[in-house]
């Protein structure tokens, strides 16, 4: 195996590894198969995913798998991706649901398709995460939410982001997806936990429209 010296020389004053620590991927879809990628690209060290289901075919347009991928695990796929990247990423890849009873690090990627799903993780970490960034897309519109414990209001705000399902917009996310609107999506998630990480505010609410071409809305630390 190659050994690359000067992989980090172009981002080590962007991306602050020294303050890095353990995260999870909650959901290894299309968004959360582009985090965890993104995530092993820049240096992150320890990363747990979490998804119990079986990659589609489908899934190889929408979310990047292969099609020798298709029949197998979604998170032992990933883990295999990321372990190309950098053998040295201690990758724990939990192929089974959502469980609030284990431990879970102190921030969170949650790349799931229920709002319902989303309510019950966020109520099960509550109190125990200091970073939870959210992910939404349907078709070309992604948005991207993010709790963080040391803005005031910011958890309040994102409690406020849930709804019932009846009032969802039609469609779970993976009725219509898009490969560019996952990655824009986990583009922005992923910068969000570096802007963290440096200490500067976090965008906390953010709804892009690919196909209008348009940021529908941008909410920062105090809006």
Request: one cysteine or more; glycine letters at 6%.
């Amino acid at each position: 195996m190659a050994v690359l010296t000067d992989r980090f020389v172009r981002q080590q004053h962007i991306v602050q590894r020294d303050n890095m620590v353990p995260v999870a991927v909650i959901g290894c879809g299309a968004i959360g198969r582009d985090v965890a990628m993104k995530l092993a690209a820049i240096g992150q060290p320890e990363i747990v995913l979490c998804d119990f289901d079986l990659v589609e075919e489908a899934n190889v347009t929408t979310q990047l798998f292969l099609p020798d991928d298709v029949g197998h695990s979604k998170v032992l796929t990933v883990q295999a991706g990321i372990e190309e990247i950098d053998f040295d990423i201690s990758v724990e890849a939990r192929n089974e649901r959502f469980k609030g009873d284990r431990d879970w690090p102190k921030v969170v990627f949650v790349c799931v398709d229920s709002i319902d799903v989303r309510k019950f993780i966020y109520e099960k970490l509550k109190g125990k995460f200091q970073l939870l960034i959210d992910a939404r897309m349907l078709a070309e519109t992604f948005r991207v939410l993010v709790a963080d414990i040391r803005q005031e209001g910011s958890l309040d705000y994102y409690e406020r982001t849930f709804f019932d399902r009846e009032d969802a917009a039609e469609g779970r996310c993976t009725s219509e997806a898009t490969n560019y609107c996952a990655s824009g999506a986990a583009m922005h998630m992923v910068n969000q936990y570096t802007r963290w990480l440096r200490g500067i505010p976090v965008i906390k609410d953010r709804l892009e429209d690919l196909l209008a071409g348009v940021v529908m809305y941008d909410v920062e630390e105090d809006d």
